[in-house]
């Protein structure tokens, strides 16, 4: 009888291995992290959800998962739920982070992008005036202001740290700064008796022009980035409003009716040597001053509808930029002047939207069925000048009172 040769004895283990016999290696899972890429405004909040599953790919529910972040400046856990398979992340600051769910091991992550805002803006989204803002894209929204009154008019401070608006949740309208973020309101004007309204911080941070009634008309005042040393700019019988300020903080532009209709004037910055500078028998107003002072943006219903135009200083060189059958208004500068927001019911409601300060590239920002369409105002990105705020929303008309 032949003897059977049997070979090496881990040929054998080899083919045991092969058709599907025992592992001696552990059982593997997966984990994966969904969505797996988020972008998100400073300050917003959002969740992520973790899929843990077993090496055949049946999901381990309740599973234990361990979440963490490369980044907490820029991203934060401050949350689980659902056993530990969910998480609730907060934005903290701009900048790039992984948020990492760990089981067994095993890991995934999801790529976090935090960009701060570039504008803010008024919204009726909830009911009442909310100042929100949005990033340059239009894919996030944040309410910063969070109050049953209603709050408006948002004009950013130079630096960017602060937020002036007015409120009336003393029961009057006041002028209130609060921070970037929405916390620490705090109320400049303190006047029960009139209505404080439009702030509008001069370029170097240290004054804030607004509109007052406190003098029984409308007038343009300034005051102390503080609240003190209030000095009344425009003292005319008419009614005067407060628009934007130059660049260079020397001249403030305001409108007025003090000719029998609505005009754009321009005064030095004490009050002194006003300018009638559209000179039309329109309604010529919201005027604002391009960052480099070569331009000054406004509303006009000179062509039947409202547009925004564009002039120069002198009131010269009239440009319709908007050019539309429909009504576009509240024109405000980005702060390096390529880029012109403004109000439009285009879209059969009002809307923010951006274009080239040529007219051209329209982007429709807030996609809402809510009111967006005013009090816009642009973040300072480091320069000097902070772009002015818009005129709180007429909806019939957007005429003056």
Known sequence: MKRMFAGPWWLGVF???????????????????????VQRLVGGSFSLRATVKDAAGNVVAGHTVTWTTSNSAVATVVATHTGTDSALVKAQGPGTASITAAADGQSGSAAITVVPPALAFTTNR?????????????????????????????SWSPNGSKIAFHSDRDGNFEVYVMNADGTGPVNLTNNPAWDDVDPLWSPDGSKIAFTTTRDGNDEVYVMNADGTGLINLSNNPAKDYAD????????????????????????????????????NPALDALANWSPDGSKIAFDTDRDGNFEVYLMNPDGTGLVDLTNSGTNEAFPAWSPDGSKIAFGTDRDGNDEVYVMNSDGTGLVNLTHSSAFDGYTVAWRPTGVAHAAAALRPHRPATRRRD
């Open 15 to 37: 083919a045991l291995a092969a058709c599907g016999g025992e592992s001696t290696g552990p059982t593997r899972m997966s984990v994966t992290v969904s969505p797996a890429t």
């Open 126 to 154: 909830d009911g009442n005036d909310q100042i929100y803002v949005v990033d340059a894209a239009g894919t996030d929204v944040l309410n910063l202001s969070h109050n049953a009154a209603d709050d408006d008019w948002p």
């Open 244 to 279: 934007g300020w130059s660049p260079d903080g020397s001249k403030i532009l305001f409108e007025t009716n003090r000719d029998g209709n609505w005009e754009v004037y321009a005064m030095h910055a004490d009050g002194t040597l006003p300018v009638n500078l559209t000179n």
